[in-house]
């Protein structure tokens, strides 16, 4: 009687296995069986159309995508941005898909290209759900819905990397532009916020103080060192790190690289021909 019952467990256990590996999809064909989206559907701010291959590996490249990054794509579509983040970039990643039908067939095709471990599509809508905790966030939605989400990207840590197929964001100029058979791909590094005033001191004693005038990435601002007031030059700005030059009270151009920590700066200061001191700055 109790060799009987433990058969009839084993066999429920067997039938069990199988029919949940012949659930498992194993390609897009069975993923589309209960739902077949179209290109130009209609979505709740903005129509389905997928970013081709070549692409989404292109903007992914552009971000520097790493197994260290976490990506979200917004608008996640058929899932395809977060799958390849994962596949091919060893990234984990998230989509954020407001069309349940369309997050059913994206999380299949996420079990259909074996990913399951590092990506997952939910449903939301983007301008409600939390994409903060994204290192590198993708998209391909339209220039008014970029320039509602501007406000919270600018938030996101500096050096976050923002990569967008198609449509630009006003006036915060791209970092860098891709393009692909006619169709643009578009990379911003969120920038440190670092507008005001600065007052430095490096090792070997120089003091001086720098204020800062920003616009996105891009810096403009002025040296003072004991009387003398000059313009910084070269000013870049890539998430965090910050580097600019400025001519001294004695003519000597100087090189300031640091790296930005809310108000405080650390990096190095070269005078031309010169040795490198460390130095501080904190903002007023
Ligand atoms: C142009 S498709 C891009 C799909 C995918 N990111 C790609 O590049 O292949 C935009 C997607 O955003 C979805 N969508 C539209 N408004 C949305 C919203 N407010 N929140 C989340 N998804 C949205 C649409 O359903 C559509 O799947």
Known sequence: MQVRLSRIVAAAALLTLAATVAAQPKSRADCERDYKPHVGQSGKDVVWVPTPDDLVNRM??????????????????????????????????????????MVKLANCMVQVEGVAGKTKIIQGDVFKED?????????????????????????????????????????????????????????????????GTWNFRAQNGAQFSVALNQKYQKLTGEAAMGANRNPIVGATLHGDEIKFAFNDDKGVTRTLTGKVQGNEITGTLKAAGGAEAKVTGTRK
């Open 131 to 195: 994409f903060s905790k994204a290192t590198v966030v993708t998209m391909y939605l339209l220039p008014e819905l970029n320039l509602r989400l501007r406000p919270i990207i600018l938030n996101m840590k500096p050096g976050t990397r923002v990569v967008s197929h198609q449509f630009t964001m006003g006036d915060w100029e791209p970092d860098e532009t891709a393009e692909i058979e006619y169709r643009s791909a578009y990379l911003w590094i969120v920038p440190a916020k670092v507008e």
């Open 60 to 101: 992914l490249k552009m971000a520097h995508t790493t197994p260290q990054d976490y990506v979200i794509d917004l608008g996640a579509g058929d899932g395809k941005i977060a799958i390849a983040a994962a596949k091919q970039f060893g990234a984990r990643s998230l989509g954020i898909e407001y069309n349940p039908d």
